[in-house]
């Protein structure tokens, strides 16, 4: 009769331990501060914090997973930003009557570093999707623009 409940008790005694130290200790606490900024978005803060609780706990799993997976979003959101940006500049070239050659080049040269870039991206099991689509919808754009550039 006893092994009946000490067993189950001992489980649960142990299962607590295990989660006050989880919840205790400064490394899995800022792990669990940078998964939250990570689920709002938030990379520059998540990966700061993740970083700070990786260099408390090198085998501090957590935070190596949230420290990589916001630096992968990181670099999906400086894409999209420079796409915003060269877009903006290429849009600000499209409004001219005439499009001369060096503004062609321009052009050229921007879609180039963004086709390149985009190359260079990986995505991830859990990079946010809004961000993975966004960038190729980009990434297409680009893609078109160069193709219609390249033809005239």
Known sequence: MKNKFF???F?????????????????????????YYFEIAEYDKAYSLAKEAFSLDLYNRMASTIM????????????????KKY??????IATHERISEADKAK?????????????????????DETLINESAEYYSKFE???????KN
């Open 144 to 150: 078109k623009l160069l193709e219609k550039v390249n």
């Open 107 to 127: 052009i050229r040269m921007m879609c180039n570093i963004m086709i390149s870039s985009y190359v260079k991206l990986a995505p991830s099991v859990i990079t």
């Open 68 to 83: 990589t997976q916001s630096q992968t979003s990181l670099k999906y959101v400086s894409y999209i930003q420079d796409a």
């Open 7 to 9: 067993i189950p008790a």
């Open 11 to 35: 489980a649960i005694f142990l299962l607590f331990i295990m989660a006050t130290y989880f919840l205790i200790n400064p490394s899995y606490e800022k792990s669990l501060k940078a998964k």
């Open 87 to 92: 877009m903006q500049v290429i849009d600000e």
